[in-house]
């Protein structure tokens, strides 16, 4: 991947998009405590993500040059390897931004320097398609709580006092599972959206 020509910011709050008739907004939640994943102990092999070193050991050489291998620039432990989550949407996230003229904004459950963010008004209220990715494990203990369920029923409009166009919202749920466990979190979700969905009559989404 090229180097972006454009200077990489962090640790600043989110800027919320104007709606434009046509050109969708989209977002990624992910659904995991970043801090409760990297901080796993690399001594204990279940349920944790592999660390860098691990990555670099199975896919050599894909990951051997200093980018990814030198410890100065790349961490080396479960760090490094969840930061491959971020590279990876990279390019979904310029092509989508390229063709709505939106940026695609990118949500963490609890992030790098531990500020939680669960699903409500904040995420929802410029995002016309959410994609929720369930990486979280489950001895990292989230739990999907009720009042983010209703916060996506509204949005979606499948409850009667969804906002103006949220039937034009739609949520893609990953409920793919890391390791032995079952991502809670975004389980929860997707089982209360899909009761809904049949209740309303809806073709799922």
Known sequence: ??????????????????????????????????????????????????????????????????????????????????ELFFWAFVPFQQFVGEATGHPVALFQRIDHAGFKLPLDERVLADTDTLLVFGLDHNVTQQEAASAEIEALLLATGLVSEGAAGAAESSVIVDTSAPGDSLPRASEAVARKLLAAFRASGRPNE
């Open 1 to 82: 991947m090229s180097e972006s020509k454009a200077a990489r910011t962090y640790n600043q709050n989110h800027v919320a998009r104007k709606y434009t008739a046509g050109k969708r907004r989209v977002s990624i939640y992910m659904s995991w405590s970043y801090p409760a994943e990297a901080g796993r102990n690399p001594a204990e092999l279940d349920n944790r993500f592999s660390t860098m070193t691990e990555v670099r050991r199975v896919a050599w050489p894909a990951y051997e040059a200093p980018q990814w291998s030198d410890p100065m620039q790349f961490q080396q432990g479960i760090a490094g390897a969840l």
